[in-house]
Nanobody, 124 residues
Framework: QVQVVESGGGLVQAGGSLRLSCTVS????????MGWFRQAPGKEREGIST????????YYADSVEGRFTISRDNAKGELYLQMNNLRPEDTAVYYC?????????????????WGQGTQVTVTS
């Protein structure tokens, strides 16, 4: 059984930074692309970043391009999302997703395993 666990959310002022982490068990971490998603109240889940199994390819939603950086440490089996210059509109529950049907993807339906989410709140 695949288990996905996020950590690192919190409360931060606009312009600040946070780093999210994600660990995965139950699958071979470095065999799979990974993704970060977020969902704000009343909105659909949004793909914000994805990374290939090697870390060599990364993709971002326009809303976070240039501010967020996805990375992974395959030796540790960990995925990260460095979030800089945070804005109030970044407030959401952030989810780590594993085991996509194919490669890196920003589509929620492409992922088979999800974490429970971690809250990020950005105040103005």
């Amino acid at each position: 059984q695949v288990q996905v666990v996020e950590s690192g959310g919190g409360l931060v002022q606009a312009g600040g930074s946070l780093r999210l982490s994600c660990t995965v068990s139950g699958l071979t971490f470095d065999d799979h692309a990974m993704g970060w998603f977020r969902q704000a109240p009343g909105k659909e889940r949004e793909g914000i970043s994805t990374i290939s199994w090697s870390g060599g390819s990364t993709y971002y939603a326009d809303s976070v391009e240039g501010r967020f950086t996805i990375s992974r440490d395959n030796a540790k089996g960990e995925l990260y999302l460095q979030m800089n210059n945070l804005r109030p509109e970044d407030t959401a529950v952030y989810y780590c997703a594993a085991d996509p049907v194919l490669g890196p993807s920003l589509r929620p339906d492409d992922y088979r395993s999800w974490g429970q989410g971690t809250q990020v709140t950005v105040t103005s």
